[in-house]
């Protein structure tokens, strides 16, 4: 007599003290099923840029920035998490009240960790509570409904405004090559963390080469909304947008990296200064207003931040003054 299968108990996982992250805006003009309410819908105030993390992570939506391996994501993506997480500036997120980050790393020993966040300047008098860390945790596949839900509740427990995943291969229990792995990982954990309002930044590992993309299924490619390509230069890093859904992102990033006092990262280049050249590049009108300069970077699918092109403008227009010709020599 063959002995009857038992059906698996799911698993359970018990976090006290959850919180609900308050619903988003969008949220608000729609039901339960998802139906778009039309006249609330157009209520809603239009938003061209909505940031979690300027120029890296559009609030709420779903990112993957890959590489071929040694290049440094983990790294780079640890500097930003700590920074943001301790409400300290970091690129051009200005500080402030410090973001509620949620950690999952499937890489790294405690060592590792510890030796990163020492080389950042870090010790145990820092501040992390914002910093959720889970180091080889021990969790469902994110391609199934249990999984789905342990991410989701993790998310909610430590109210959560990113979810970072190191790396998405780590993640998945089907094989990286086969697209339903990440349609499953988008049905029960992508979509559910977007629904809540959560970022999700995933890191990921490139093919043969970086010209060859994400390695495994270009499935991986259908629920993210910006996928940033990361490679090295003499200095620091690129970041190319190879998929940028809001055109407001924009195409390049470059990055230098220090190491002295501590290990940190910048900008390569000035950014009110690299307006004025493009602008030059573009052939504005010197004396472009604030206004007409927005919309022709708009036609230009060039993408700036207001804080900067006001600046730029003031510039390009006094230039061959001698104050403005400092900043150019």
């Given amino acids: 007599m063959v002995a009857k299968k038992t059906k698996p108990k799911p698993v359970v996982l018990d976090f006290r003290r959850l919180k609900r992250k308050p619903e988003t805006d969008a949220g608000e003009s729609r039901d339960e099923s998802g139906l778009i309410d039309w006249p609330a819908f157009w209520e809603q105030p239009f938003i061209p840029e909505d940031w979690l993390l300027c120029p890296l992570l559009p609030k709420g939506r779903s990112v993957a920035m890959y590489c071929v391996a040694g290049t440094g994501k983990s790294e780079l993506t640890l500097y930003v ?33 510890r030796g ?29 409904q249990q999984g789905g839900e342990a991410v989701v509740n993790i998310a909610r427990e430590h109210n959560a405004d990113l979810v970072i995943i190191d790396t998405t291969s780590r993640v998945i ?14 049905q029960h ?25 994400q390695r495994g299924s270009s499935a991986k490619n259908d629920d993210t909304d910006i996928i940033w390509q990361l490679s090295r230069t003499k200095t620091g890093s690129r970041l190319y947008g190879e998929k940028r859904r809001q055109g407001w992102v924009p195409e390049n990033i470059y990055l230098s990296r220090v ?26 009108p010197k004396n472009v207003t604030v206004r007409s300069a927005r919309d022709l ?33």
């Fill in 81 to 113: 998490a700590v920074r943001a997480a301790m409400g300290l500036p970091v690129l051009d997120y200005a500080g402030g009240e410090p973001l509620e980050i949620v950690y999952l790393d499937y890489e790294m020993t405690e060592n590792d960790l």
């Fill in 189 to 213: 954990s992508g979509r559910r963390l977007k629904e809540i309002g959560v970022t999700v930044w995933r890191l990921d590992h490139a093919g043969k080469n970086l010209a060859s993309g």
């Fill in 297 to 329: 970077f708009k036609k230009a699918n060039f993408a700036v931040r207001q804080e900067y092109l006001a600046e730029a403008v003031k510039i390009r227009g006094n230039k061959g003054t001698e104050e403005s010709d400092d900043i150019f020599r």
């Fill in 259 to 284: 190491t002295e006092p501590v290990l940190s990262y910048t900008f390569a280049e000035d950014r009110v200064t690299s307006l004025v050249y493009k602008m030059d590049e573009l052939s504005f």
């Fill in 116 to 144: 990163r966040l020492q080389d950042m300047g870090y010790s145990k008098e820092s501040d992390l509570s914002h910093f959720h860390y889970y180091l080889l945790p021990s969790l469902p596949p994110l391609d199934t």
């Fill in 173 to 186: 229990s089907g094989a990286e090559s086969d697209s339903d792995s990440f349609r499953d990982f988008h």
